[in-house]
C-alpha cells in the first residue's frame, strides 16, 4: 500500500535517492554511462530542500511512500517555465523506483498533481521527457498530445526532449 502526500524536508533524503537512482537506471542507453555513474546524492540533497521551502500556493512536490514510509516516488510541478503561449502549468519531474512500476502510482501522482494545479487555478499543463524515455507511452496513455521538441544536452550527448500537454487538466483527474 502506497500513500501520496505533500513533501516535507524529512523527504529530502528519500526524494534525492529516488531521482539519482531512477536517473540510474531510465537514462541507461540514453545519457553517457560516465554521466550517469557521477551523479551523486548530495548535491540533490540540497536542491530538494530549497524546492520543498518554495513548495507552496502554486509550486508543489508529492511523495509516495510504502508502508515502511519510505519514499518510492515522487512528482514536481507548478508554473509552465517557458512561457507557452497555450499549457501554464507543467509536470516538472516524476520518478518512480523502478521496483514500483505498474501498480498505478504514477497515474495517482499525476492526478494529485492535476488537482492541486487545478485548484491554484491552472487549466491546462505540459510534461518534457526526453526522446526515448519510456515515460513517453505513459504520457500518451494520459492522453498527453504532441506539443513540441528542443534539443537538449546532457553529459555531452545531443538529446532531444518532447513535450506532451493537456488543454484540459480534467482529464487527468
Do not use: C, H, P, S
Given at each position: 500500500m502506497v500513500t501520496i502526500r505533500p513533501a516535507t524536508l524529512q523527504d529530502v533524503e528519500g526524494l534525492t535517492h529516488v531521482q539519482v537512482d531512477t536517473w540510474r537506471t531510465t537514462y541507461r542507453g540514453l545519457i553517457p554511462d560516465?554521466?550517469?555513474a557521477g551523479l551523486t546524492y548530495e548535491p540533490r540533497q540540497l536542491w530538494w530542500t530549497q524546492v520543498i521551502g518554495r513548495a507552496?500556493?502554486?509550486n508543489f512536490v508529492f511523495v509516495?511512500?510504502?508502508e515502511a514510509g519510505q519514499v518510492v516516488g515522487f512528482i514536481s510541478g507548478g508554473p509552465e517555465r517557458s512561457n507557452h503561449a497555450v499549457y501554464k502549468s507543467e509536470l516538472y519531474?516524476?520518478?518512480i523506483l523502478a521496483n514500483q512500476h505498474g501498480q498505478g502510482i504514477g497515474?495517482?501522482?499525476v492526478?494529485?498533481?492535476?488537482r492541486s494545479l487545478i485548484q491554484a487555478g491552472f487549466s491546462s499543463m505540459l510534461v518534457w521527457v526526453l526522446d526515448g524515455n519510456p515515460a513517453q507511452h505513459f504520457y500518451q496513455r494520459l492522453g498527453g498530445q504532441y506539443v513540441a521538441s528542443k534539443p537538449e544536452q546532457i553529459g555531452g550527448a545531443d538529446l532531444e526532449e518532447i513535450a506532451y500537454g493537456w488543454s484540459d487538466l480534467h482529464v487527468l483527474l
Open positions: 560516465d554521466y550517469l507552496g500556493a502554486r509516495a511512500v510504502d519531474a516524476i520518478y497515474r495517482e501522482l492526478r494529485v498533481l492535476a
